[in-house]
């Protein structure tokens, strides 16, 4: 019954690497979203994106990139990874439009630590 | 500024007992709520939503939430706290009208005690 997938569960990494962050649903959803999760600080928004090839910014997305090149899977990128990126991260997806389209779905959250 | 408030960053509540989350909101007009929850080391799932009509909704696991104007709030309730409900809340909000950007609650982490 798995819905969205995030393939890496924990993640280390070190300063300066490359980190892909991959998540994948299978629910034929249009909008697929990344947040980060610090505490005390909620959810933020890092990036969306409502259809094949688009994105759209979210609240914190400076030191991220995406990718969407196929309706069920969107990646996040760390180009160069930093101490402060060290966090829990968590993919979402929702319906297109109308209510569902506010409704969203995660994943299990990719937890990342960089060194 | 639109913005959703969670004042309890920590409660704790006896099994049995009754349990009442708070959710305030400042928005222009009505927005569509949602209550999320997250058990250790998983994602979040959808406990209930309200986007019109009848102010108390019923969710999973035996919740509801009441949606009051008057108080711009939206809070979270269960009658009887089962030990399995330990787990942090997140209360959300999105500007009615249409699909707009999700804004999540800091959360609140509930404690069961025997």
């Known amino acids: 019954d798995v819905k969205v997938t995030q393939s890496s569960r924990y993640l280390v990494k070190r300063t300066g690497e490359k980190v892909f962050l991959e998540c994948v649903q299978d629910?034929?959803?249009?909008?697929m979203f990344w947040y980060r999760q610090d505490p005390g600080l909620g959810l933020r928004l890092i990036y969306f994106?409502?259809?094949?090839?688009?994105?759209e910014k979210g609240d914190i997305p400076e030191g991220y990139s995406v990718s969407r090149e196929k309706k069920e899977r969107f990646s996040l990128i760390l180009e160069s990874a930093s101490t402060n990126q060290t966090s829990m991260y968590l993919c979402?997806?929702?319906?297109?439009?109308?209510?569902?389209?506010?409704?969203?779905?995660f994943g299990a959250g990719s937890r990342l630590t960089v060194l | 500024a639109q913005s959703v408030t969670q004042p309890d960053i920590h409660i704790t509540v006896s099994e049995g007992a009754s349990l009442e989350l708070r959710c305030n909101y400042s928005y222009g007009a009505t927005p569509y709520l949602f209550w999320y929850v997250q058990s250790p080391g998983q994602g979040l799932q959808l406990l209930l939503k309200y986007f019109s009509g009848d102010t108390l909704v019923q969710g999973i696991k035996g919740f509801e939430a009441e949606f009051k104007r008057s108080q711009s709030s939206f809070n979270l309730r269960k009658p009887s706290v089962h030990w399995s409900d330990a787990a942090e809340y997140f209360c959300?909000?999105?500007?009615?009208?249409?699909?707009?950007?999700?804004?999540f609650g800091t959360g609140t982490k509930l404690q069961v005690i025997p």
């Open positions: 629910m034929d959803h249009e909008n």
């Open positions: 994106s409502y259809d094949v090839k688009m994105k």
């Open positions: 959300a909000v999105v500007p009615s009208g249409g699909y707009q950007k999700v804004t």
């Open positions: 979402a997806s929702s319906l297109g439009q109308g209510f569902g389209a506010n409704v969203l779905t």
